[in-house]
């Protein structure tokens, strides 16, 4: 694609920012287009640009963290929104805590006095024909925009709930306790791993879920009438028991046509695990999106035989969140197959989080720019591990059968070690230092993509660091 000089950008928010920013800097003009303060979101609060809309915390900076690599890739990558959080940063021990005010008024004065932008302070109803066009609209688009998507990509393509099960580390499990097999399968085969529940550890089970603490609703954002609709269909495991005490028994856990072989009979329930990859370095607990809180999902799942030192590479979560079905509405180029020269990005393209946007926003930009990488990052760095949960596909060029991320039905992705491809040899000691091999592997990989030296995130550093320009 010849190089554009003008990107219409829908949605100021965190991914919307940066792409806007990021482009400017290549020499892109840039339209922004930012519907508050007149039309706010049930979260949002000011008309400012990358609001930040509940917790003030970009997560880890430790690099030995999945998030401090993804930070310290971004920063080598010049993110703009990650170097106005660090200009903003308040004390918060290891993690990235910003005065919100303070970052979202930086980006706005920024983008104001940006020369190659545009701020156009209205609301998009309907899919614009600018292309290229970022659209950058985030968890809490707006209906009309959402409904208008939907009728030009399939109704099947874009939802309004986002209902996350655990996703646990596969090599926290003691398999000694669980069994492989699929309802109906030959025992002892089969792509899931199955717990074993008897009926004491099933009422155990049941009892904590009815009595364990929940999260409550986002005042303004989970009362919407689209996601109580979605919320009907996508039942939290702790809304099942409390349906009655054998809901589960004849629903997710049901154990029927499952023989565990180390017994020779069928268990009183199981839960099973799904591989989130064809690596199996992690798995899903199929069917137990929860409103638990995190503490309780720790207690209550630990109990599970072969869970007892689990370790949650992502808890289990129910939130309002437009999102799309992004292996299969995506095409190679990460603009929608169906919507040629239509880019979305951030959160409604199927990532979660903070940092995880913004790395969104930064990837589409650099990939708008006028020189842009001559391949998408190695799936062994953050930034590539995230894309690579969204376009699988353009990771596989010689077109295998599809992994379970394309089988499986999506669902949004927040960065953690689970993504990364296993290591190629086992590596001695234990977790601390297989996740140290991987940070190694993925700051090699990103040096060689990208080109350019690593950058330190010393906190005592970030407010001088030089961030690197685009390179040409
Ligand atoms: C209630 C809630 C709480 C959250 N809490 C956290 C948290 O604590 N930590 C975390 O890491 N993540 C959290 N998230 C996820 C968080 O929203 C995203 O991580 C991040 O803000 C997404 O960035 P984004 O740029 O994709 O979307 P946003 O930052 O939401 O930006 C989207 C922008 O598009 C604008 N917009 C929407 N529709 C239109 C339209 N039709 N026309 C013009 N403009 C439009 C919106 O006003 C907004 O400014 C939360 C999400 C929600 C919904």
Not at 114 to 132: H, L, Y
Request: proline share 9%.
């Amino acid at each position: 694609m010849k190089a554009p000089d003008h990107v219409t950008v829908v949605g100021g928010g965190l991914a919307g920012t940066e792409a806007a920013l990021s482009l400017s800097r290549s020499g892109v003009c840039v339209t922004l287009c930012e519907m508050r303060p007149d039309t706010l979101t049930g979260a949002h609060r000011t008309g400012n640009l990358a609001e930040l809309v509940c917790s003030n915390s970009l997560k880890s900076v430790d690099p030995e963290t999945a998030h401090g690599l993804l930070k310290e890739e971004l920063v080598a990558m010049g993110s703009f929104v990650l170097e106005a959080a660090f200009q903003c940063r308040i004390p918060g021990g290891g993690a990235l805590v910003v005065d919100r005010d303070r970052f979202s008024s930086t980006l706005t004065t920024r983008v104001n006095a940006d020369p190659n932008i545009t701020v156009r302070r209205e609301r998009v109803d309907r899919i614009p024909p600018d292309r290229p066009l970022i659209l950058a609209t985030g968890p809490l688009t707006a209906p009309a925009l959402s409904e208008d998507l939907l009728a030009r990509i399939g109704s099947d393509r874009l939802s309004f709930y986002d209902a996350i099960s655990p996703v646990v580390d596969a090599l926290s499990l003691d398999l000694s306790k669980l069994f492989r097999g699929d309802r109906y399968g030959t025992p002892g085969e089969g792509d899931y791993l199955n717990i074993p529940l008897d009926e004491e550890d099933y009422r155990t089970l049941v009892e904590d879920l009815l009595h364990g603490e929940r999260v409550p609703p986002h005042e303004g954002v989970e009362d919407r009438p689209e996601a109580l609709r979605a919320f009907e269909a996508c039942q939290p495991v702790e809304s099942l028991a409390d349906s009655g005490p054998q809901t589960l028994a004849f629903g997710p856990m049901r154990p029927v046509g499952l023989v565990d072989p180390r017994t020779g009979r069928t268990p009183y329930a199981v839960v099973q695990l799904r591989a989130e990859n064809r690596e199996e370095t992690a798995y899903n607990m199929v069917g137990f999106q929860t409103k638990l809180r995190y503490s309780e999902q720790d207690r209550i799942f630990r109990k599970l035989p072969g869970l007892s030192d689990v370790q949650f590479l992502r808890y289990g979560s129910l939130h309002r969140n437009t999102f799309l079905d992004a292996p299969r509405v995506l095409g190679p180029d990460l603009s929608l197959r169906e919507l040629p020269g239509v880019y979305p990005t951030g959160q409604m393209v199927g990532v979660e989080g903070y940092t995880e946007s913004i790395a969104l926003g930064r990837l589409s930009a650099l990939y708008l720019s006028p020189a842009p990488p001559a391949s998408l990052p190695p799936a062994t760095t953050a930034v590539g591990a995230l894309l690579r949960a969204l376009v699988p596909f353009a990771y596989r060029p010689e077109a295998l059968s599809p992994g379970p991320e394309e089988t499986a039905p999506f669902s949004p992705v927040n960065l953690h070690f689970g993504l990364f491809p296993p290591l190629p040899a086992r590596v001695r000691g234990g977790k601390r230092e297989r996740r140290r091999a991987i940070v190694d592997r993925a700051r090699r990989d990103f040096a060689s993509w990208w080109g350019s030296p690593r950058e330190s995130l010393l906190p005592e550093e970030s407010g001088r660091r030089h961030l690197s320009p685009e390179r040409r």
